[in-house]
């Protein structure tokens, strides 16, 4: 897990994790670094990876050109466990709050844009 207060290498470390898990989705975060809160745990159940995701993060975002890089055929699905977000999927914004679901095809690009601290589990 990452932990919280790690000071600027927080965010580096939160997006190592990351891409090693999902791919190359960027995280950004607009305020002191020293705030920054990502944890980030990984569980797998049988050949599926399930990651525990906790974050104040800004933004999340797939570019289009890492989406059309990836060789990956699947998709994650996403379980809102607490807080809000939006998704961002072409033209298309999806809402996501407590309790909801997405399916989210990993050759896509997307940016996910949470208001606030969130918690989801994502589902690879």
């Not at 999902?22 to 745990?41: A, W």
């Not at 599926?48 to 906790?54: H, S, Y």
């Not at 050109?65 to 466990?81: E, I, K, M, N």
Request: with cysteine.
């Amino acid at each position: 897990m990452i932990g919280v207060g790690m000071g600027e290498q927080t965010l580096a470390v939160w997006n190592e994790s990351v891409h090693a898990v999902c791919g190359r989705f960027e995280t950004r975060y607009d305020q002191s670094q020293s705030l920054f809160i990502g944890e980030f745990r990984k569980a797998a159940l049988g050949e599926t990876d399930v990651v525990f995701i906790r974050s104040n993060a800004h933004s999340i975002s797939k570019a289009a050109q890492w989406a059309r890089a990836a060789s990956d055929p699947h998709c994650f699905l996403v379980l809102q466990q607490c807080g809000e977000m939006a998704i961002e999927v072409g033209d298309e914004v999806i809402e996501l709050r407590e309790g909801d679901l997405a399916l989210l095809d990993s050759a896509v690009a997307l940016k996910m844009i949470p208001k606030g601290l969130f918690s989801h589990v994502s589902i690879h």
